[in-house]
């Protein structure tokens, strides 16, 4: 699987939009990149997939670079109850579990 | 969105003791999956719950430590056998849905062991 490499830790002002990079340099063609949250304790909450086309839903947007080799995660609002740790995953086509790495701690200040 | 629901949501247990933690999904699914959240650390893949055959462990995780069922597509049970303070984890199910394969969590299960 490829490994993603996201920094650990960022703050974004409220009501900003809330930048996520995730680099995944080694990605192959089958592999689809995902995102993840994970609010304090609580079990994570899916945010958003896409495999090369930039995608948006009601949460976040999700824009991958045309090598695929990086991409960012955007939530255009934040609010402080986007306070989470997020995760960028990478998975082929062939494996059905996630395989998490250490996450970005988002902090979003009032 | 999927509904997984988890139970207990949190314990505390003494040691050598045994825990097991339910799983429930909303409908059949695929796929499911038991992880562990060391305090501190990301999640890590447990086990693969398969319906109607043994679970699938991951590298450093046993069946006599963490027996895993799964009689129906809808529900899944781990069970963390003789338990030590070092099992103290948050115990997350989930669950592989559909044709564009998104993967659900349940709320987790907080596991203290005394």
């Known amino acids: 699987d490829a490994k993603t490499t996201q920094p650990p830790s960022m703050d974004c002002a409220e009501g900003r939009a809330a930048n996520l990079p995730c680099n995944h340099s080694?990605?192959?063609?089958?592999?689809?990149v995902y995102w993840y949250r994970q609010i304090h304790s609580q079990g994570p909450q899916y945010i958003i997939h896409?495999?090369?086309n930039n995608e948006t839903n009601e949460m976040a947007s999700l824009i991958i670079t045309e090598d695929r080799k990086s991409s960012t995660l955007i939530l255009p609002h934040a609010t402080l109850r986007d306070t989470a740790v997020y995760y960028c995953?990478?998975?082929?086509?062939?494996?059905?579990?996630?395989?998490f790495g250490s996450g970005t701690q988002l902090t979003v200040l009032p | 969105s999927a509904v997984i629901s988890q139970k207990p949501s949190r314990d505390i247990c003494q040691r050598g003791t045994s825990l097991t933690i339910q799983c429930q999904v909303d409908?059949?699914?695929?796929?499911m999956f038991w992880y562990r959240q060391q305090p501190g650390q990301s999640l890590t893949l447990i086990a693969t719950?398969?319906?109607?055959?043994?679970?699938?462990?991951e590298s450093g995780f046993v069946i006599d430590k963490f027996p895993i069922s799964r009689p129906n597509l809808t529900f899944s049970t781990l069970t963390v056998s003789n338990m030590s303070p070092e099992d103290s984890s948050i115990y997350l199910c989930?669950?592989?849905?559909?044709?564009?394969?998104?993967?659900?969590f349940g709320s987790g299960t907080q596991l203290s062991v005394l």
């Open positions: 080694t990605i192959s063609g089958n592999e689809y």
């Open positions: 409908s059949q699914v695929t796929m």
């Open positions: 989930s669950a592989l849905y559909g044709s564009n394969e998104k993967l659900f």
């Open positions: 719950a398969n319906q109607g055959s043994e679970a699938t462990y």
């Open positions: 896409g495999l090369k």
């Open positions: 995953i990478v998975r082929p086509l062939s494996a059905r579990q996630l395989t």
